[in-house]
């Protein structure tokens, strides 16, 4: 039974040569590369030589928000992680490794909590439908509206609600990164660091700033 898996598994694997699967986007990396040598020829040069961003974003994976873009940012200005709707629990191991090395290695001065209305994951995090794994990943959003419950529900408006649970879930999520050790260590030695909460709108393509900045302990 497994040397049958591991025959199909190797004949899937078998493409012939030249098969045009994503070929467009290959066709799409080559114009953009040429596209960015034509307006600064030394621009993959500098890139290759240190990556040193003064920001770093934790934003949601979805597809509708490119970090760089929204702010303007080439390659190599902006430090990204990404996951289902912009979570930063001190738990998950990717994204402290993410922090850890943004502000010991790298040494972001800015670091910016982003999420975005019209988020899937706050939706299915209130909903009441079972997804399997990615239900725990969400399971601190839920927190955050057992928290706010009282204000949630005297909104209306379902869509609404699920705004303002978005804000709700950012400021949650600057009071994670601003109480981890790593933050506070790089405070303790004199590193200038400044955690911001951010959301973006689909709608305009507009952030708006949650005036919960924080630059010291």
């Known amino acids: 039974m497994a040397l049958m898996a591991e025959k199909r598994l190797t004949r899937a694997r078998a493409l012939p040569l030249g098969h045009p699967m994503l070929d467009h986007l290959k066709a799409n990396n080559r114009a953009w590369a040429a596209a960015k040598v034509a307006a600064d020829a030394g621009f993959f040069k500098r890139l290759e030589g ?3 961003p003064q920001y770093l974003w934790i934003g949601c994976a979805d597809s509708r928000v490119p970090a760089n873009e929204i702010v303007g ?7 990204v992680h990404r996951n289902v709707a912009n979570l930063a629990p001190p738990q998950d191991a990717n994204y402290l490794s993410v922090l850890q090395f943004a502000v010991d290695v790298i040494k972001v001065k800015h670091i910016m909590v ?12 209130v909903d009441g439908q ?7 990943w969400l399971h601190p959003i839920r927190e955050v ?13 379902d869509r609404l609600r699920l705004d303002r649970l978005c804000e709700l879930n950012v400021l949650r999520q600057v009071r994670n990164v601003a109480s981890d050790v790593f933050v ?25 700033d949650l005036n919960v900045t924080v630059d010291r302990p």
């Open 145 to 157: 509206f057992s928290d706010n419950r009282a204000e949630l529900e005297s909104i209306p408006d």
């Open 130 to 136: 079972r997804r399997g794994l990615v239900d725990h």
């Open 73 to 79: 940012l080439d390659p190599g200005e902006l430090f």
């Open 184 to 208: 506070q260590d790089a405070w303790a030695r004199g590193q200038p660091i400044t955690v911001h909460g951010w959301v973006y709108s689909l709608s305009n393509g507009l952030v708006k």
């Open 50 to 52: 240190q990556q040193a």
């Open 114 to 125: 982003v999420g975005h209305y019209g988020c899937g994951g706050i939706a299915a995090a």
